[in-house]
C-alpha cells in the first residue's frame, strides 16, 4: 500500500497539473463501481462537470483534490491504486477502473489493479477519514506528541507504528526503517521507551519519511507516481524485504518475523531484544 512518502510525492506531482483545471466529465468505467463511495457514477459527473480544482493535499494516505465550490474528492489510493495525468490523445491503460476528463482533452486516470481504492466527494476532508494521528512531518509532531500517543501502550512498537490513530502515515516499509536507525527491536513495547529511545525514534521517523519523499517513493510492487514512472526509495532500505541479507551497518543476518501480522524486518545485532532491568529489593530487616 502506499504510505505517507508515495502519497506525498503524488500530491505534489499533481498539485501543478491539476490546479485551475476544469472538469469536463467524469465516468467509472464497468465493474469498478464499488470504487465510489455513496454515488453512482452519474452522479458524480453532473456534480462535478464544470467545477475546477484549486488545490491538492494529503492527510496520512488520504488525498484531497479540492474543488473552487469548496467540495473535497478525497482519494485513497489503498493496495494497488494510483492517480495518473494523462494528456490528449494518450492511449488507454489497463486497470483503468475511472476517468476525470479535463479542458484541453487531458485526463486524471484512477488506476488500480485490485480495485481497492475509493473516492469519495465530501463538504470537508475529515468527513471522509476515520481517526487519525498527527502528520510526522508537521512541526505539530514533536517529541512529546508522538510520546502522548504512545505512552501506555503495551502493544509492540512496530504494530503501534502502524495504528493509523496513533501516527498518521506510517506503513511496513517505513516503520521497519525507522526502528532500524533508531536501533529498537519491533517487538519493544511501545509505552515502555526510554527518554533517548523517544528521541531516537522521533528523529528516525522524521528521516525516513524524507528519504522516501526524496527518492519519489518505493516501488517494490504496484506504486507508480502520475507519471506512471516507478520511485527509487526501495534501492536505499536498510532491512525492509532483505531477509537473510548482511546488514549493511553490522553484516549480522536480517531476519523476518511477524509482529501483529505483518511481516517485520530487522537486524537482531543492531536492533537487540532490551534486557529486563531487576528489580532490587532492600535487604534491610522490616520494623
Known sequence: MPELPEVETVRRQLQPLIAGRKVTGFNVLPGAERLLRGRSSSELDSLLRGSRFTNVERRGKYLGLNLEDGQVLVVHLRMTGSLRFRPRGYEDESFTRAVFNLDHGDQLRFVDVRKFGTIDLVERM????????????????????????????????????????????????????????????????????????????????????????????????????????????????????????????????????????????????????????????SNRPRR
Not at 526509495?233 to 531476519?255: G, K, L, M, N, S
Open 126 to 281: 475529515e468527513e471522509a477519514l476515520p481517526e487519525l494521528g498527527p502528520e510526522p512531518l508537521s512541526d505539530d509532531f514533536t517529541i512529546e506528541a508522538m510520546w502522548h500517543a504512545l505512552r501506555g501502550r503495551q502493544q509492540p512498537i512496530k504494530a503501534a507504528l502502524l495504528d493509523q490513530r496513533n501516527i498518521a502515515g506510517i506503513g511496513n516499509i517505513y516503520a521497519d526503517e525507522a526502528l532500524f536507525l533508531s536501533r529498537l527491536n519491533p517487538e519493544a513495547p511501545a509505552g515502555s521507551l526510554r527518554p533517548a529511545e523517544r528521541r531516537a525514534l522521533h528523529a528516525s521517523i522524521r528521516q525516513t519519511l524524507q528519504d522516501g519523499v526524496a527518492h519519489g517513493g518505493a516501488s517494490f510492487r504496484d506504486y507508480t507516481d502520475v507519471d506512471g514512472a516507478e520511485g527509487e526509495q526501495q534501492y536505499f532500505v536498510r532491512v525492509f524485504r532483505r531477509t537473510d541479507e548482511p546488514c549493511d551497518d553490522c553484516e549480522a543476518t536480517i531476519r523476518r518475523i511477524v509482529v501483529g501480522g505483518r511481516a517485520t524486518h530487522f537486524c537482531p545485532k543492531c536492533q537487540p531484544v532490551r534486557q529486563r532491568t531487576r528489580k532490587v529489593t
